[in-house]
């Protein structure tokens, strides 16, 4: 029902149908985002012979949300992700001051390094630091089973069509032979 009615309002035109229906799903994302969420799941994902392995906390507002197959597959496949791409947090807002300050200060080097005017430096290191977060920060990655979204379009549609807000709490990652600093 949706389709047909974005469609109307589009005036027929599918690509933009598909971004009204997009925007409809964000805004909604954004409208639940405040709403509790107390059940859930906690995933596992063993990769390359054992040698990676993974656990994910996503959590929803209602139980009935936590048992679907739809959110059982998102957790998932946010495990998958976590293995593949190895972030460093989930969002901006998470990730350590420390590793932040330590990017800014290899950006700034840089780009001082390259003999660039001293106007251009600040939009240089902004450029590297909104690449680092779209690598660093798993919602922001691209989705390693459909890069032409992000993690956070997925997120996001899974809002729309459960109706509830969805969150992905945590994740830790485990790589064989890798110590723990």
């Known amino acids: 029902m949706d389709c047909k009615v974005a469609l109307a309002e589009c005036n027929g035109n599918i690509d933009k149908a598909i971004d009204h229906?997009?925007?409809?799903g964000i805004a909604t994302a954004k409208k639940r985002g405040s709403r509790a969420t107390s059940q859930g799941q906690v995933q596992s994902y063993i990769h390359a012979g054992g040698?990676?392995?993974?656990?994910v906390e996503a959590n929803c507002e209602t139980d009935f949300t936590g048992k679907t197959e739809d959110f059982t597959n998102f957790v998932r496949d946010i495990?998958?992700?976590v293995a593949a791409t190895n972030p460093v947090a989930i969002d901006r807002e998470r990730v350590p001051e420390d590793v932040l300050e330590k990017e800014k200060e290899i950006y700034a080097s840089q780009a001082k390094a390259s003999g660039k005017p001293e106007k251009v430096l600040e939009k240089i290191v902004e450029g590297k630091l909104s690449k680092f977060f779209s690598e660093a920060c798993l919602?922001?990655?691209?989705?390693v089973k459909n890069p032409d979204i992000t993690v956070q379009d997925l997120l996001n549609a899974l809002i729309a069509k459960t109706g509830g807000n969805?969150?992905?709490?945590?994740?830790?990652?485990f790589q064989l032979g890798e110590s723990d600093t």
């Not at 229906?21 to 409809?24: A, Q």
């Not at 040698?51 to 656990?55: D, E, F």
């Not at 969805?166 to 990652?173: A, N, S």
Request: charge should be positive; proline fraction near 4%; hydrophobic fraction near 50%.
């Open 51 to 55: 040698k990676i392995g993974v656990l």
């Open 139 to 143: 919602l922001e990655q691209p989705f």
């Open 79 to 81: 495990a998958i992700q």
């Open 21 to 24: 229906l997009r925007k409809k």
């Open 166 to 173: 969805i969150v992905v709490r945590r994740f830790v990652r």
